[in-house]
């Protein structure tokens, strides 16, 4: 059985976020003055169905055996992930240009250029 479930925000929810993402749940504990991890896994909550200003709409298939489905609690930190295939951030191609360029005046050191190579054909 699946259930739409309203998760409420007190703040902005990210902007990034989208419909189709998958939305998890870490329960905190306090510890020192912070708020800390009180497990070492996150929970899956369910796929975003709606955003809206100060909330967001959940599609979620778990219960809690007694048909009720099973909410977060409300010190929880909320935590989403992309669909991979939808948001591929790869660059696609056979050929890649950069060109670097310094418009001070001053002296200036590249520390380091990293790139990313993905397959995307044969």
Same mark, same amino acid.
């Given at each position: 059985?699946? $259930?739409?479930?309203?998760?409420? $925000?007190?703040? +902005?929810?990210?902007? %990034?976020?989208?419909?189709?993402?998958?939305?998890?749940?870490?329960?905190?504990?306090?510890?020192?003055? $912070?708020? &800390?991890?009180?497990?070492?896994? &996150?929970?899956?909550?369910?796929?975003?169905?709606?955003?809206?200003?100060?909330?967001?709409?959940?599609? %979620?298939?778990?219960?809690?055996?007694?048909?009720?489905?099973?909410?977060?609690? +409300?010190?929880?930190?909320? =935590? $989403?992930?992309? +669909?991979?295939?939808?948001?591929?951030?790869?660059?696609?191609?056979?050929?890649? %240009?950069?060109?670097?360029? +310094?418009? =001070?005046?001053?002296?200036? !050191?590249?520390?380091?250029?990293? %790139?990313?190579?993905?397959?995307?054909? !044969?």
């Amino acid at each position: 059985m699946a $259930f739409s479930i309203t998760l409420q $925000f007190s703040g +902005n929810i990210n902007f %990034s976020l989208q419909v189709g993402d998958q939305v998890y749940h870490t329960p905190t504990s306090p510890l020192g003055g $912070f708020d &800390q991890n009180a497990n070492i896994y &996150q929970i899956h909550i369910g796929e975003v169905t709606a955003i809206y200003p100060n909330s967001i709409q959940v599609l %979620s298939e778990y219960d809690d055996g007694f048909g009720n489905p099973v909410l977060p609690p +409300n010190d929880a930190f909320i =935590s $989403f992930s992309k +669909n991979r295939t939808v948001n591929n951030n790869d660059l696609l191609g056979y050929y890649a %240009s950069t060109q670097f360029v +310094n418009d =001070s005046k001053a002296d200036a !050191k590249l520390f380091m250029v990293g %790139s990313e190579v993905s397959e995307n054909s !044969k």
